[in-house]
């Protein structure tokens, strides 16, 4: 490809160790090997967006770098065909943003079997409501499903709930029938948590470390968000034969148990990725989320921000002050 147009990207550099983020002109000639060239309107704000922009080494090793794991576009060169120029597209996960310039700049240029066709009635601002987060939240509820959850086995923990995962997660979960009761350290978000229809929330404190191998069991299944002390927690509080399905570690990444839930209550923990599955994984999940899983009360919450906007917005994000879904809009002044 030899396409040569200017853009403006949200770009990253290393000053000595002191990371800036400021708009840049760039120019397409400079993106890397592809097949696909994106010109990319929309993206969204996720906390390894924010890793990326602060530095750390465990998600991007060169600078200077354009972060953005999540972007939506139109396709304007295609060396394969697939997807054809002038579709719509969603580009999220494999190496997009982390070291891959991504959707913080306007155009990306990325293989092809990276790229999902947009569902059917959706537009890349609301593919990007939903972005890696919304995915992932889904790909979680997926889990569960095929484990054989049904609401009528009784209540859903998720923790973390005012997380970017954990509201989709809750919401979802909620339209499909389920008795939610989410799990926030955040007791300003209550409200907003009954709102997606949660029908209770609890504080971090009832996932707080107990001595005991095994609890009262009262949770049927659940999603987990967080990882370290809260999960170890959560394992203990399952019914007999249900499963969590698991998707971070802003808790911590040490997973301190014991076998006692597995051997005695048959749980089953599920690990989730959303990252490097399948393309076809992708799309299944985009096109419910696009058709029964529609999130209404999410998409109708969402903010957009200019990419002037974004240092303050991901320096939010690390300091935990970061609330609902952010959408970065390339047109918006």
């Given amino acids: 490809m030899t396409s040569n147009t200017e853009f403006q990207a949200w770009r990253v550099e290393d000053h000595d160790g002191d990371f800036q983020g400021a708009e840049q002109t760039l120019n397409t000639a400079d993106l890397p ?20 922009a602060s530095g750390s080494k465990a998600v991007t090793r060169k600078f200077p770098h354009t972060p953005g794991i999540d972007a939506a576009g139109e396709v304007v060169e295609s060396a394969t065909g697939t997807p054809a120029v002038g579709s719509q597209v969603i580009v999220t996960g494999y190496d997009l943003g982390m070291n891959t310039d991504g959707g913080f700049g306007e155009y990306i240029r990325v293989p092809a079997d990276w790229c999902v066709t947009m569902p059917d009635g959706w537009d890349a601002r609301t593919a990007m409501i939903y972005g890696t ?14 484990m054989g959850a049904k609401p009528e086995q009784g209540r859903v923990a998720v923790s973390g709930a005012s997380g970017a995962v954990g509201t989709v997660a809750v919401e979802i979960l909620s339209n499909l029938g389920f008795e939610v009761v989410a799990i926030s350290g955040k007791a300003d978000k209550a409200a907003d948590l009954k709102e997606l229809g949660a029908a209770e929330v609890l504080g971090r404190d009832a996932l707080a470390e107990e001595k005991k191998p095994l609890l009262k069991p009262v949770f049927a299944n659940a999603i987990d968000t967080v990882g370290g002390t809260p999960l170890a927690e959560l394992l203990k509080q399952i019914l007999p034969g249900g499963s969590v399905s698991i998707c971070g570690l802003v808790a911590g990444a040490q997973l301190n148990t014991t076998v006692m839930p597995f051997i005695l209550r048959g749980i089953n923990l599920l690990g989730v990725d959303s990252v490097e599955i399948p393309l076809a994984d992708k799309a299944a999940v985009w096109h419910k989320l696009s058709g029964d899983w529609k999130c209404a009360k999410t998409e109708a919450s969402a903010r957009d921000i200019a990419r002037k906007e974004l240092d303050s917005a991901l320096k939010a994000f690390l300091k935990g002050e970061s609330a609902g879904k952010i959408v970065l809009d390339h047109a918006k002044a």
């Fill in 133 to 146: 987060a919304g995915l992932t939240a889904g790909l979680c509820v997926q889990k569960l499903l095929t």
């Fill in 33 to 52: 090997e592809g097949d696909v060239l994106i010109r990319v309107s929309h993206s969204s704000l996720n906390y390894k967006d924010a890793l990326s």
